[in-house]
């Protein structure tokens, strides 16, 4: 069976420190893969997709970056935070034309 | 813009009575739709899904209705419990479309 790993659960990070958030997918070949945020009190925005090994596209203009090594990592990075990149960030996968499948996301503090 | 609206961030029901949940698009080109339930600090878990060929799927206590020419779908939970106490998601694809739109969310709180 398919399973997805996300990590960490929870990370606090000083304003201007670098990011990187991993995801990997096991049990599946060649899915799409996704970053969403979650802010608090709002809904789910999706910031980067990948169809595929080095494909990454972007959603919306920000201060974030995605890559995707392999087939099955997805990794989330900045290189300088900045406080509203606070929130709760959740990877996902799909193959085929069903839904997605959400990791259990990690919740990121910027002091 | 939103494409997929909400429009009741919470909804409280007594255990044992039905829980509706609703949801508006404005995309006519959206053509399959899902529900998820989300609980505090877990990734959204899938809970049924419709496509626009039908008006109504079942599963157990769940069911999604589909009105196409009103653009609304509903979530109906009978007989509600306490553990379907959680945040519901809409999500919503047109059949070019390579993502899932995601509503803002409906709170459901069943009381005991």
């Known amino acids: 069976s398919q399973t997805i790993h996300q990590w960490p659960a929870t990370l606090v990070q000083p304003v201007g420190s670098p990011l990187s958030l991993e995801c990997t997918v096991e049990?599946?070949?060649?899915?799409?893969l996704y970053w969403y945020r979650q802010a608090a009190g709002r809904g789910l925005q999706l910031l980067f997709y990948s169809v595929g090994i080095g494909q990454i596209s972007s959603e919306v203009p920000q201060n974030l970056s995605a890559s995707r090594p392999q087939d099955r990592q997805f990794i989330l990075s900045s290189k300088k935070l900045l406080l509203s990149d606070s929130g709760f960030y959740l990877c996902?996968?799909?193959?085929?034309?069903?839904?997605?499948?959400f990791g259990d996301g990690t919740r990121l503090s910027i002091l | 813009d939103q494409q997929v609206k909400q429009n009741s961030p919470s909804l409280s029901v007594q255990e044992g009575r039905i829980s509706i949940l609703n949801c508006d698009y404005t995309?006519?080109?959206?053509?399959?739709f899902l529900w998820y339930k989300k609980y505090p600090a877990e990734g959204p878990t899938f809970l049924i899904s419709i496509s626009s060929i039908k008006d109504k799927n079942e599963d157990g206590r769940f069911t999604v209705f589909l009105n196409k020419s009103a653009k609304h779908l509903s979530l109906h939970i009978v007989p509600s419990q306490p553990g379907d106490s959680a945040v519901y998601f809409c999500?919503?694809?047109?059949?070019?479309?390579?993502?899932?739109?995601f509503g803002p969310g409906t709170r459901l709180s069943v009381l005991p």
């Open positions: 995309n006519s080109m959206f053509d399959y």
């Open positions: 996902a996968w799909r193959v085929g034309v069903g839904p997605q499948h």
């Open positions: 999500a919503a694809r047109s059949f070019y479309g390579q993502n899932f739109v």
């Open positions: 049990g599946t070949s060649n899915p799409n």
